[in-house]
C-alpha cells in the first residue's frame, strides 16, 4: 500500500486560538480536513451570538483559500432555553470545561449539581444540542479523568436523549465507559496514540509533550488503540491540536498543548495501515480509518461535510523545525523528526 485517499476527513476537536495565531495554524488545518469542530476557549470565551458570529468570520478569513467548514461551539453556562433556541443554528455543540482545569478555563463550571445544571442540559436535549466535556477533576494529574468519570455517568443517566462527547480521552476506563452509554461518544487524539506519560517525563524533559489530559500508561495506550481503530461507531477523531507560541513552551511554566494540526493525517494513517500485511487486511485499516475520521462524527453530530479528498502517499516527510507568522513562532510535535507518509 503505497497511497491512500481518504474522503472528508474531520477533526473534532480543534483550538485555532484568534488573531495573528489564527492565521498562522488555521490554514494548516483547513488544507488539511473538510471542517473542524472549533474549540470556545478564547479570552474571553465565546459566549454570545455577536462573538460567536465574528470569531466564525475571523477563522473564514483565514481559511478561504480552502474548502473547509468550521463547526463553531460555545463556552458552557447555564443558557436558558429561549437564547439556546437562538443560537442553536450557528453551533455544532456546547463545550463544558471544569473551572480552572485547562487552558483559559477559569470561568467554567464549578459544580455539577444535576439540579443547578437540568434547566440547560433539558433545554440542550430538545433542542438537539450535543454536549462536549473536557472531563477531568482538580485531583491528582494522573487520576483526573477517572475521578470524572462518575460525572459523565450522572448525567448519561440523567440526560438519556443528551449526546455527550467524552473529550479527548486517555485511560482504559474511559474507553469501557463510553461504551456503557447508549448517549456516551468520545474523541481521541493522535498524541495520546503516540505517546505516554514516560515520553514526556521518562528522560529529559520534552515540553512540546506536555498537554491536558496529561499522557498516561502503556495499558492506556493500548486501550485507546484498540478503540480508535477497532472500526467502532462511538469514537472519532479530535486532535486536541493546541498551539502555543514556542517561547510559552519553552519556558517555566510550560504552556499545556500540542500542536498536530500539519503531521495528523501523515501519522493516522501510518498508526492504521502499519499492522496491515495483505489485501483484506488493507483494506479493513482503511475502512476503519474512514470511520474514525469523518463517518462517525457525520453521524455523531448530524452534519453534512463538505466534499474533499486528501492523498497520502508512502513518501518520507521530514517534520518542520517551527511554523511562523510574522513574530508568532509554533513548534509542532516531533518536529525535524521523518515520519513515512506525505499529503500529496
Given at each position: 500500500?503505497?497511497?491512500?485517499?481518504?474522503?472528508?476527513?474531520?477533526?473534532?476537536?480543534?483550538?485555532?486560538?484568534?488573531?495573528?495565531?489564527?492565521?498562522?495554524?488555521?490554514?494548516?488545518?483547513?488544507?488539511?480536513?473538510?471542517?473542524?469542530?472549533?474549540?470556545?476557549?478564547?479570552?474571553?470565551?465565546?459566549?454570545?451570538?455577536?462573538m460567536?458570529?465574528?470569531?466564525?468570520?475571523?477563522?473564514?478569513?483565514?481559511t478561504?483559500?480552502?474548502?473547509?467548514?468550521?463547526?463553531?461551539?460555545?463556552?458552557?453556562?447555564?443558557?436558558?432555553?429561549?437564547?439556546?433556541?437562538?443560537i442553536?443554528?450557528?453551533?455544532?455543540?456546547?463545550?463544558?470545561?471544569?473551572?480552572?482545569?485547562?487552558?483559559?478555563?477559569?470561568?467554567?463550571?464549578?459544580?455539577?449539581?444535576?439540579?443547578?445544571?437540568?434547566?440547560?442540559?433539558?433545554?440542550?436535549?430538545?433542542?438537539?444540542?450535543?454536549?462536549?466535556?473536557?472531563?477531568e477533576?482538580?485531583?491528582?494529574?494522573?487520576?483526573?479523568?477517572?475521578?470524572?468519570?462518575?460525572?459523565?455517568?450522572?448525567?448519561a443517566?440523567?440526560?438519556?436523549?443528551l449526546?455527550?462527547?467524552?473529550?479527548?480521552?486517555?485511560?482504559?476506563?474511559?474507553?469501557?465507559?463510553?461504551?456503557?452509554?447508549?448517549?456516551?461518544?468520545?474523541t481521541?487524539?493522535?498524541?495520546?496514540?503516540?505517546?505516554?506519560?514516560?515520553?514526556?517525563?521518562?528522560?529529559?524533559?520534552?515540553?512540546?509533550?506536555?498537554?491536558?489530559?496529561?499522557?498516561?500508561?502503556?495499558?492506556?495506550?493500548?486501550?485507546?488503540?484498540?478503540?480508535?481503530?477497532?472500526?467502532?461507531?462511538?469514537?472519532?477523531?479530535?486532535?486536541?491540536?493546541?498551539?502555543?507560541?514556542?517561547s510559552?513552551?519553552?519556558?517555566?511554566?510550560?504552556?499545556?498543548?500540542?500542536?498536530?494540526?500539519?503531521?495528523?493525517?501523515?501519522?493516522?494513517?501510518?498508526?492504521?495501515?502499519?499492522d496491515?500485511?495483505?489485501?483484506?487486511?488493507?483494506?479493513?485499516?482503511?475502512?476503519?480509518?474512514?470511520?474514525?475520521?469523518?463517518?462517525?462524527?457525520?453521524?455523531?453530530?448530524?452534519?453534512?461535510?463538505?466534499?474533499?479528498?486528501?492523498?497520502?502517499?508512502?513518501?518520507?516527510?521530514?517534520?518542520?523545525?517551527?511554523?511562523?507568522?510574522?513574530?508568532?513562532?509554533?513548534?509542532?510535535?516531533?518536529?525535524?523528526?521523518?515520519?513515512?507518509?506525505?499529503?500529496?
Amino acid at each position: 500500500m503505497n497511497k491512500i485517499i481518504l474522503n472528508n476527513p474531520l477533526d473534532m476537536h480543534l483550538h485555532l486560538r484568534d488573531y495573528d495565531m489564527l492565521k498562522l495554524v488555521a490554514p494548516l488545518s483547513s488544507k488539511q480536513f473538510s471542517g473542524a469542530l472549533i474549540m470556545p476557549n478564547l479570552v474571553p470565551p465565546i459566549t454570545t451570538k455577536d462573538m460567536l458570529k465574528d470569531y466564525k468570520k475571523r477563522i473564514q478569513l483565514s481559511t478561504s483559500n480552502d474548502n473547509f467548514e468550521a463547526y463553531m461551539t460555545i463556552f458552557f453556562q447555564l443558557y436558558d432555553k429561549k437564547f439556546l433556541e437562538d443560537i442553536k443554528d450557528d453551533i455544532t455543540a456546547i463545550k463544558l470545561y471544569p473551572a480552572g482545569i485547562t487552558t483559559n478555563s477559569d470561568g467554567g463550571i464549578s459544580s455539577f449539581d444535576i439540579e443547578t445544571l437540568r434547566a440547560t442540559l433539558e433545554a440542550m436535549s430538545d433542542l438537539n444540542i450535543p454536549l462536549s466535556i473536557h472531563g477531568e477533576s482538580d485531583g491528582f494529574v494522573m487520576d483526573r479523568e477517572n475521578e470524572f468519570l462518575p460525572i459523565y455517568e450522572k448525567l448519561a443517566v440523567n440526560f438519556p436523549n443528551l449526546k455527550i462527547i467524552m473529550e479527548h480521552i486517555t485511560t482504559k476506563e474511559a474507553c469501557d465507559m463510553v461504551l456503557k452509554y447508549d448517549n456516551l461518544f468520545a474523541t481521541i487524539t493522535l498524541h495520546h496514540l503516540l505517546i505516554t506519560l514516560d515520553d514526556l517525563a521518562g528522560g529529559l524533559l520534552k515540553p512540546h509533550l506536555f498537554c491536558k489530559p496529561i499522557a498516561k500508561r502503556y495499558e492506556d495506550k493500548k486501550a485507546l488503540l484498540f478503540l480508535a481503530t477497532s472500526g467502532n461507531d462511538k469514537v472519532m477523531f479530535g486532535s486536541d491540536s493546541a498551539p502555543h507560541p514556542t517561547s510559552k513552551k519553552e519556558s517555566c511554566g510550560c504552556a499545556a498543548g500540542i500542536f498536530t494540526a500539519p503531521i495528523a493525517l501523515q501519522y493516522l494513517v501510518d498508526i492504521f495501515i502499519k499492522d496491515s500485511f495483505d489485501e483484506n487486511q488493507i483494506k479493513t485499516a482503511t475502512k476503519n480509518l474512514q470511520k474514525f475520521l469523518s463517518y462517525n462524527a457525520v453521524k455523531i453530530y448530524g452534519i453534512k461535510p463538505t466534499k474533499k479528498q486528501i492523498t497520502i502517499v508512502k513518501k518520507p516527510f521530514k517534520i518542520p523545525a517551527n511554523y511562523t507568522y510574522g513574530d508568532i513562532v509554533v513548534t509542532p510535535m516531533d518536529a525535524n523528526e521523518q515520519i513515512n507518509w506525505s499529503i500529496l
